[in-house]
């Protein structure tokens, strides 16, 4: 008997980690985070979980790496099975979550962040087929982010797979995500189970218009994630460069410290682009512009609102929760010259989902601020799978029962029908701590 219990909420995209229990021995697939208003989620102890040898990452994302330090602070020293190029960013990503917490509300301290990266861990990589005892599993690429990945597994003739997030197609840098094999049942993600996105090639049209119509009057500012967003524009600006329309004077900033330590990391493994990327970068940085400015300190930053045309700027938070963009969008905000464009998501109570919504005025730093800004919003930057490619991805798997995670309950609902509409396969919708036997 194969036994799965759920450590994330249901009808959220936050804080996925899932212990499947086997005859032999238990094991983790994610340790992710929960943020926004589940925030106090992360309280919960785990100790139900400590204890288990193996935990399987499928990428760098704080909802999926998240309460690992907190694994660790309960006791756990497990096993870390992962793509290199997850560990490394993932260090990153963890290191930056601390900073950026309450002083007050700290889930973990700096020891153990440092017991966590001394974890024995083994690397796998796409493609490859491996063993535990009598667990068979098979490392796919998920075409998230880089590195990401999902597993298929294979116990007591019952076959069983974890997406993790599985990517939007088309998109630069990362490869398409893989079609799955067969399976018995499969777990998977439904963040955009009720929608599709525009075709990225579209998206990048109306990224050209917002930043050129804007740049001879004024300036552009991306709120943008640090991890894959941030390294997606400067790959796309990159490529109007060598194409020769990006005007010389023209400047890109990247004002995010995180960004730029990812950065680092993504010419690190070019094993993971896709062939045009990977062609690019045996012959150029495929991210460096001519006139990219990478801020160091924070007064290299606040230099930044001297300048008053013809620079993009390119910070974090994408929703514009805090960090440097916020700096930047109260120097701006006010002046029609200028636009802020959101290539990403825009969470419920952000600072970010105000402006997209059309608020006139919204506050800003212990003071209202007046929107003249110009606002653009692009949707096909998403790394996550629109509807129709999570449909075909489970079709490929044609399961008899199908696990919907990390996912609002609209969007599972949808996907839902489609799945049983087009599969007949059964579809389970857990809640936290939920269990189902395989």
Known sequence: ?????????????????????????RFLVD?????????????????????????????????????????????????????????????YILEDAFHLMDEDDRLYDLEDLRRTFALPVSFV???EE??????????????????????????????????????????????????????DVVFMESTYGDRNHKPFEESVEEL???????????????????????QE????????????????????????PLATKILTEFLKFPECYDEEAYERFLHENPFKLRNLIITRTKEESKRINHVRTGTVIIA?????????????????????????????????????????DGAEKVWISNRFYDVNIRVFTINGFSSHA??????????????????????EERAKESLKRAIEDRLGSRVHMPTLYDEIEI
């Open 1 to 25: 008997m194969i036994k799965v219990k759920f450590f994330g909420a249901a009808g959220t995209v936050t804080g996925s980690m899932h212990m499947v229990e086997l005859p032999e021995f």
């Open 31 to 91: 340790a992710g985070y929960f943020q926004g208003h589940l925030f106090e989620l992360n309280h919960e102890p785990l100790r139900e979980v400590k204890d288990v040898p193996y935990l399987f990452l499928t990428h760098a994302h704080l909802d999926h790496i998240g309460r690992l330090p907190m694994l660790v602070r309960e006791g756990f020293r497990g096993k870390v099975i992962t793509h290199r190029a997850t560990w490394e960013i993932g260090r």
């Open 125 to 127: 990589e796409c493609g």
């Open 130 to 183: 491996y063993s535990i005892g009598n667990l068979k599993f098979r490392v796919r690429d998920a075409g998230h982010i880089l590195g990401s990945a999902f597993y298929e597994y294979e116990y007591g003739g019952k076959r069983f797979t974890f997406s993790g997030d599985l990517g939007n197609t088309n998109k630069p840098i990362v490869r398409d995500p893989q079609m799955p094999n067969p399976a």
């Open 208 to 230: 050209k218009e917002a930043v050129f119509s804007t740049l001879p009057r004024g300036k552009v500012l991306i709120p943008a994630f640090a991890l894959e967003r941030a």
């Open 233 to 256: 524009l400067l790959y796309v600006f990159k490529t109007w460069e060598n194409e020769g329309i990006w005007p010389g004077e023209w400047k890109v900033v990247l004002d995010s």
């Open 316 to 356: 974090g938070s994408g929703m514009l929760t805090g960090g440097r963009a916020i700096h930047h969008l109260k120097h701006m905000i006010e002046d029609p010259n200028n636009a802020v464009v959101f290539v990403g998501y825009q969470a419920e109570g952000t600072l970010g989902r105000e402006i997209v």
């Open 386 to 407: 629109g509807r129709d490619e999570l449909l075909d991805w489970a079709t490929a798997a044609n399961p008899r029962e199908v696990v919907l995670l990390h996912g």
